[in-house]
């Protein structure tokens, strides 16, 4: 592998290369800025050309000349041939200053004789001024009836634009360079190149999308006037209103996740333990809101419980003395969106638990409450916790309720938003979002490494088809009327964004229209056809990275392999509105100008969406006996070939459910896309938010049904996409 | 079906392994060299965790070897990927690709190999009547017993016409009955292809019916490597000799080596033995292997060791008998048992060891 000859080969090729590649470059620096000195000495000329031969009027020149920014003129009166009678006039003091200090110097000297001959006259050095490199050229004024000069122009040209331009040169030049020497490196030095450099690619991508742009938030956090400093911390950590948004962000997750458990548990324990008709009913209820699309739950609690809800207003008209907006109302809004989550865990983890073990309690002559208290609950006590702190960081990190319900109760992700759209300090926004990471990431780092860690469930098995009733008919009965008062809560929450989308004027007038249709489409059909186009690229492309991911990180040994899954899942910990700051902190500046474009929020769609694709990918090949890739690399089969023509059939499932979720989330994101979008590219659900702050509730209705619908319809289009036939996932299994 | 076989070479073939836990070296596979001629059928035989499965892994090309080189015929393949390689593996779990049916799992190799689609066919077709599976091409593997499952396998390797085929334990997943006819199948068809063939199994049963010779490892290194009856008869060494048979060792006193016969006492009973006799020449102490066909029951006071039987075992062929004594627990072996006496239970015995079946190893 590592041959004599092969090194030398690769040396002295590197060697080449390296001087191809800076022959190349450098010519074409040497041009542009060729090109652009013949530029301002044009640019020079036609301002002398313009220059008044009369040293009267000079200053009045001067003082009305428009130029680029960056750029200025001093006009030096009189004949270069008698230096010592000069004197010079110009606006820009520091270009005054430079003058006098220098006009004895040889170069001046020349230059002002070449002015005397009629000719045009360029500093070889750049010289700096200002902080600023310039440029400077000398240009005589002639009197054009005399052909005599009677005057000299210095001007100064601000060389920044050349200056980055060659630095994106350069740039360039070693990344060609850097991606020859590691593709030809890997190439010729390594067994396996194809996985090589996907495993570099997705490093680049992880440092590119991921740790750069966090890492310029934290920057920016620690910097004032551009040096290291903790004036923005001390500000923020001993300011109350920001503490304030710290404990109002905690006690909102404290309250939804303790709710949201309790319903969840409900739902969960009354689908997987009880014998009950209608399960499939209450478990599709019970699931629904977690693909409801943001604003959704909001607008009909504002429309029903807001200062001119249907409720509160009209029906028993105590709007004045309550208020929906604040902390009360958060709690409900997330507690309906959120207790999905609990559900789904919890259900998962009770249905795993044998009922032979509850058989064997009662056996023992345990009652059924003693069965539940000493059995079931302390089986599903880590189930409970994993869903407690799952829906604690979804509540910290959710944008959208609070955006348009918190109304003067402070949570950190609105307050980081308003500090960033509202007063325009970047440093706040990010410091806050900052401040958010905290609770989030060690509640979804606990949830992870150490509830995850407890879980009984594998121990017990499979889940059983029998059942053993442990509730009597009384508590039964109060656990179906819970659940049905929960959903009959949650369809009329639906109902009414149904109901508002025909509403002439939610509030006032309560009479029947069709007009919010037409008004809505037209004007949300950008939008529609933006978020539709966006999530329609983003998609696929997270859907193959994800599983790519997956298969290196499960089936790959390399080094640094921790450090890529930590990478890929940060996004996952990471609220969306720390991902949103960092990303227009990180590309609003050359050389990774994105600010504005479609590329920033397709990628803030793809990084983000990422980690869940990534992880359903690794449990299904986690699941995959590694013989049958092997089988086909024995055969001959490369790496593509295998993905292709083994893998994604395998792991079709995970691949669908993962596009799909992909595409919905993208659909319904908010967070992070309202810091991205630009007049070019609209998203539906900050058009949503929009309609609804002008309180045009019909449109708001309308696209949120809309979004509703097209949601509805991917997850219908997944469900015929996936395949029935179990014999697959049964026979790939070791 | 051709097969150019070819002979593999290993040339001191180490594998060191890096534990990810504890992070310390794990040596899986210690300087070993190996040469398996053309068409030669060649068993890893050892207990788990003894190298021979990473050994296969390596020549297969899924493991890099940490130092040493392989070759096939003279080509060096050492760093050479799976794919680049002229062997094929039949798996112990098989690998069976699932959404294929069975002919297109067949096929596989050869629509990479970029093979006409109607030679594909028929080449398909005549491997599947070579393993008994013609008519079963349609279904998926899915819907065929483990047997079927694993000629499945065994023709996707062959189909390639590989110089080397791979087999890893390719029979643990099946039962005993169905073990013992693909063990004769596989031999069959290997035999009738003159392909050559390395084969790990910790099975010692499976190894000696297979095998033209074996390959004992333990602990990463060699053992022993010879036919099955060098083996079983002339082990090289105790470990050698319990792995491979049922083994009792007794301890003795070397009194004598002479013209390649070992004069030595077990207490006071005078035994001579010619097999290791020469190995143990200047060591006063030693221990006999003997087998239980080697350990035969007689009258008291006409044997070397006394006893008395525990219990008996009848096997329909032979009886296993028990007997207690002072060197512990041990098992004789009556053949025939409807010719040869068998002694109750509880009754005294004495033990009379062959020496023409049994084997001195000097003490270490």
Known sequence: MFSKKKIIIFIILAFFVLILDFWIFNTLKTDFIKTVEEMYETNAQSIADGAPRNPEDVQNWINNLQLQEGNSVLYIVGSPFSVKDLYSISENERLTEYFNKNKESPEFLDAMESSAYGEKYILSDSVKIDNNKKMIIFVPVTDPEWWETVGTLLISFDQKPINDFTDLLNVFAIAIFSLFVIVYFFGKFTRDPVTNYL????????????AFPLYQAVKLTFLENGSFSLDLWVKILTKGQYLEALWGSVKLGLITATCSTLIGYLFAFSVTRMRLKGKKFFSIMATLPIISPPFSLTLSIILLF???????????????????YGLGGLVVVQTMGMFPIAFLTLSGVLESIDSTLEDAALNLRASKWQTFRTVTLPLSIPGIASSWLLVFTTSLADFANPLMLAGKYKVLSVEAYMEVTGLNRLNYGAALSLLLLVPTATAFLLQRYWVNKKSYVTITGKPSARLTELTNKPTKAFLITAMVLVTVFLISLYGTIIAGCFVKNWGIDYSFTLENWPEALSRGKDAIFDTLTLAAIATPIAGILSMLVAFIVVRKKFIGKRLLEIGVMIPFAVPGTMIGISYILAFNTPPILLVGTASIIIINYIVRELPVGVEGGIAVLKQMDPAIEEAAQDLGAGPGRIFRTILLPLIRPAF????????????????AVIFLISANWYHMTVLIYNFSENLRFGLASVLSTTLIIIVLAVFGLMRLLLPKNDLLTKTITK | MAVNSLPVTLKNITKIFIDPHSKSRVVAVDDISIRINAGELVTLLGPSG?????TLRMVAGFELPTKGKIFVGDNEITMLLPNQRDTAMVFQSYGLFPHMTVAQNVGYGLKIRKIPKNQINKKVNEILDLVGLSDLGDRPPARLSGGQQQRVALARALIVEPSVLLLDEPLSNLDALLREQMRIEIRRIQKSLGITAIYVTHDRIEAMSLSDRIIVMNKGKIAQVGSPSEIYINPASEFVAGFIGKATFFPVKIDSVELGVARVFLDDKEIRIKRGAKETEGSETGRILTR??????????????????????????TVESYIQTKFGELMAQIDNPAINKIYDEGKQVDIEIKPEISKLFASE
């Open chain 1, 656 to 671: 669908i459910s993962s596009l799909s979720y992909t595409f919905v989330r993208s659909m319904t994101a908010v967070s």
């Open chain 1, 306 to 324: 807001g200062n001119n809800g249907l409720i509160t207003k009209q029906l028993l008209n105590i709007s004045d003395s309550i208020s929906i």
């Open chain 2, 50 to 54: 003894c190298g021979k499965t990473t």
């Open chain 2, 292 to 317: 239980p066909e080697s350990l035969k029951l007689v009258e008291k006071g006409t044997g070397q060791i006394t006893g008395t039987v525990k219990y008996n075992v009848y096997l329909g062929n």
């Open chain 1, 199 to 210: 495993i570099i690619i997705i490093f680049v991508i992880i440092g590119i999308f991921i």
